[in-house]
RNA sequence: GGGAUCGUAGCUCAGUUGGUUAGAGCGCCUGCCUGUCACGUAGGAGGUCGCGGGUUCGAGUCCCGUCGGUCCCGCCA
């Protein structure tokens, strides 16, 4: 098809100093306000919208096309930009000084009336934005998004560019691993029985790449988990997947804070490198979290001496019990901290685990206690109020347990103030590095040690001797970088000793046999000449979140799933085929389908198998 | 696997203690209207109250189940 007007400027682009010209544009009504004589049309393309004007004395043809105009018809019109008459301009809008008359006007498609109004924004729901997520994307807020992941995926690449990084794709059909998230896994018609694994990350890839002499690689990578989801996490996302030969924990920093600075500044957000850094023990000592907000206070204070020595039972147990006793400070909330506020604080801080929550008020008739009073003498008391550093009209609210309760509660407890109370300075942009994160973990449900980053991750030098005596004392060389509270990114430096590779897989409890079996070709690598290496990988969806100011990445992914994983624009996943799955030698566990694709008995988990 | 919450017109919502013919704004359709920019104005059409069952003389409203959305816990090396 030839179209008779040829598109040669955007709307967005009409401005007062192409006033005179004559220009040619193509988009969609966007509104259309039809005075009786006059008509205007609002036309709007990526760029922005400008008003289009027919009046039926000037030019009748175009005013009998405009008569007919609905919402999102797409039209392309040609004509003279002029300056608005005196009194007419619109200064809320970047185009509000001009308009066009257009001496033609071609529709090049109709429209039917929308499921949803796009000024509707954001009300509408979700679902219904998702199943015509053609219509939602075009809504200004939205297209919004996708350009400054855009301008931040391109940003990415320019720095890590100068940096010496080369872009290089890994597979997406791989073998499943053992250790991590669940595999989404993809039958073989090849090898009837066999199944590939979607990748959770380009890990092992990026470090063969390594040994490859690769030297430094970067990949904006789509990764894989079939775990369930939240509004920061999909089945499907996006890293920024890094990997350098050569280097230790200062040169992933450094060019990572790179990267940072350059995506923020997208943002029009101005970082300052070095970022702060901080240990995994002290985030959980002080804030409960390994992910800490550092824009407002509340740390955590240590009353567990004074618990051990006080007669108050619930405390001293817990002391004893090598748990521990802390607190939070409210400072100058004593007068408006009712008991109510404290009753519902104590709920939050039941529903999140905890035993309770006990409290001191230091108002200006005195104290007044959750019954500590009862319980600890006033010297006792004097000497949390002194640890706390707290004074006349603060707060202290205290919780007692096993120290990792304690984090979680008390961690959990400071985030909800922290934002009920308005303590978070909107405006700050902390930026965190967490170090000397422990490299395993005791796992209770599966009665082993667990990699916290994942299995290639290097001990601390001065802490080898330890990995088979005291592997839970062990330090490991990982880093997470976090912003505002949020994680946006983790790496480490590698193993790249086939001997200590292979001691990390005994520890957390992997025989010889299957090491070698899922992990044979990276041990053989390793022996082969493996430079040292590390690396780190950010989370684009959350940081592009982040970046636009949305509350989900499913914000800023095009065609993002719905909580329970599916695509309503799609109907994605659905049923294959008897003819499908026999091609594939898979046999289907579930009962018949339903006409609709849809499984009759959604109770039973699906389940397919190889017949062979 | 668990907790919370929502589902009423195309969209966003209201709907009292269970009681006559289920309402509003926007959108849509038909008029009128020459400087609008949330155009205005007059009229009109439009409803399996997510679905199924139960209680009741009577259910949008109460109960049970189910489907779908969202948030969270678990899970996410």
Same mark, same amino acid.
């Given at each position: 098809m030839s179209l008779k007007l040829r598109r040669d400027h955007r709307c967005g682009q009409m401005s007062v100093d192409k006033v005179g010209q004559n220009v040619c544009l193509s988009g969609w009504v966007n509104v259309v306000r039809d005075l009786g004589g006059l008509i205007f049309v609002e036309l709007r393309d990526a760029t922005g919208k400008v008003q289009l004007v027919a009046d039926p004395n000037k030019n009748k043809e175009v005013h009998d096309v405009f008569v007919n105009l609905k919402n999102e018809f797409v039209i392309a019109v040609s004509g003279k930009l002029t300056g608005r008459p005196e009194g007419t301009c619109n200064h809320s809008s970047p185009t509000g000084l001009v308009e066009l008359y257009p001496d033609q006007c071609e529709i090049l498609n109709t429209a039917r009336p929308l499921p949803f109004q796009l000024d509707q924004g954001e009300k509408v729901d979700e679902a219904l934005r998702l199943k015509y997520r053609y219509l939602d994307l075009r809504r200004p807020e939205m297209s919004k998004n996708l350009v400054m992941r855009h301008k931040i995926s391109q940003a990415v690449r320019r720095y890590l560019d100068t940096e010496g990084f080369i872009e290089v794709e890994t597979p997406i059909l791989c073998k499943a691993t053992p250790e991590g998230a669940r595999d989404f896994l993809v039958p073989s018609r090849l090898n009837p029985g066999s199944w590939y694994a979607l990748p959770q990350s380009p890990q092992l890839f990026k470090q063969t790449l390594m040994i490859s002499g690769v030297d430094r690689y970067y990949q904006i990578a789509r990764c894989f988990r079939d775990e369930d989801l939240r509004a920061d996490r999909q089945p499907e996302f996006t890293q920024i997947d890094m990997e350098f030969s050569f280097v230790d924990e200062e040169e992933v920093q450094r060019v990572t804070e790179g990267v940072l600075v350059e995506s923020f500044a997208c943002a029009g957000i101005e970082l300052k490198p070095p970022f702060q850094k901080m240990s995994y023990a002290d985030a959980m000592g002080l804030y409960g979290s390994d992910k800490p907000d550092l824009r407002f206070g509340l740390e955590f204070k240590d009353f567990t001496a004074v618990a051990r020595n006080c007669k108050f039972k619930m405390f001293k147990d817990v002391a004893e019990a090598g748990g521990l006793v802390k607190g939070i400070v409210l400072s100058g909330k004593a007068e408006t901290t009712s008991r109510k506020h404290l009753d519902t604080w104590a709920d939050y801080a039941k529903s999140c685990g905890g035993?309770? /929550?006990?409290?001191?008020?230091?108002?200006?008739?005195?104290?007044?206690?959750?019954?500590?009073?009862?319980? /600890?003498?006033?010297?006792?008391?004097?000497?949390?109020?002194?640890?706390?550093?707290?004074?006349?009209?603060?707060?202290?609210?205290?919780?007692? %347990?096993?120290? @990792?309760?304690?984090?979680?509660?008390?961690?959990?407890?400071?985030?909800? /103030?922290? $934002?009920?109370?308005?303590?978070?300075?909107?405006?700050?942009?902390?930026?965190?590095?967490?170090?000397? !994160?422990?490299?395993?973990?005791?796992?209770?449900?599966?009665? +082993?040690? *667990?990699?916290?980053?994942?299995?290639?991750?290097?001990? +601390?030098?001065? %802490?080898? %001797?330890?990995?088979?005596? %005291?592997?839970? #004392?062990?330090?490991?060389?990982?880093?997470?970088?976090?912003?505002?509270?949020?994680?946006?990114?983790?790496? #480490?430096?590698?193993?790249?000793?086939?001997?200590?590779?292979?001691?990390?897989?005994?520890?957390?409890?992997?025989?010889?046999?299957?090491? #070698? $079996?899922?992990?044979? !070709?990276?041990?053989?690598? &390793? $022996?082969?000449?493996?430079?040292?290496?590390?690396?780190?990988?950010?989370?684009?969806?959350?940081?592009?979140? &982040? /970046?636009?100011?949305? @509350?989900?990445?499913?914000?800023?992914?095009? !065609?993002?799933?719905?909580?329970?994983?599916?695509?309503? *624009?799609?109907?994605?996943?659905?049923?294959?085929?008897?003819?499908?799955?026999?091609? &594939?030698?898979?046999?289907? @566990?579930?009962?018949?389908?339903?006409?609709?694709?849809?499984?009759?008995?959604?109770?039973?988990?699906?389940?397919? $198998?190889?017949?062979?």
């Open positions: 035993k309770g /929550l006990a409290w001191i008020s230091f108002g200006k008739e005195g104290l007044r206690t959750s019954g500590l009073e009862k319980h /600890l003498t006033a010297d006792e008391i004097e000497q949390i109020i002194q640890i706390a550093g707290a004074g006349v009209g603060d707060v202290i609210l205290i919780v007692a %347990d096993k120290a @990792k309760q304690v984090a979680n509660v008390l961690g959990r407890l400071r985030l909800k /103030l922290g $934002e009920e109370l308005g303590l978070i300075d909107e405006t700050l942009h902390k930026l965190l590095w967490v170090v000397d !994160f422990p490299l395993f973990e005791y796992d209770e449900e599966e009665g +082993r040690l *667990m990699a916290v980053h994942h299995p290639f991750t290097s001990p +601390r030098v001065e %802490d080898l %001797d330890k990995l088979e005596s %005291d592997p839970e #004392s062990v330090k490991a060389r990982a880093y997470d970088i976090v912003y505002n509270g949020v994680e946006i990114g983790g790496g #480490s430096i590698r193993i790249h000793n086939q001997e200590m590779q292979s001691k990390a897989f005994a520890a957390i409890g992997l025989d010889r046999e299957t090491a #070698s $079996e899922k992990f044979g !070709f990276l041990l053989e690598a &390793l $022996e082969s000449g493996a430079p040292p290496h590390g690396g780190i990988a950010l989370g684009l969806d959350r940081m592009v979140m &982040l /970046l636009c100011g949305c @509350k989900s990445i499913r914000d800023v992914i095009a !065609f993002p799933k719905t909580q329970s994983g599916a695509c309503p *624009m799609t109907s994605a996943p659905s049923a294959a085929s008897d003819e499908q799955l026999n091609e &594939l030698k898979v046999y289907n @566990k579930l009962d018949k389908t339903t006409e609709k694709g849809k499984t009759t008995d959604k109770d039973k988990k699906g389940s397919c $198998e190889p017949v062979c």
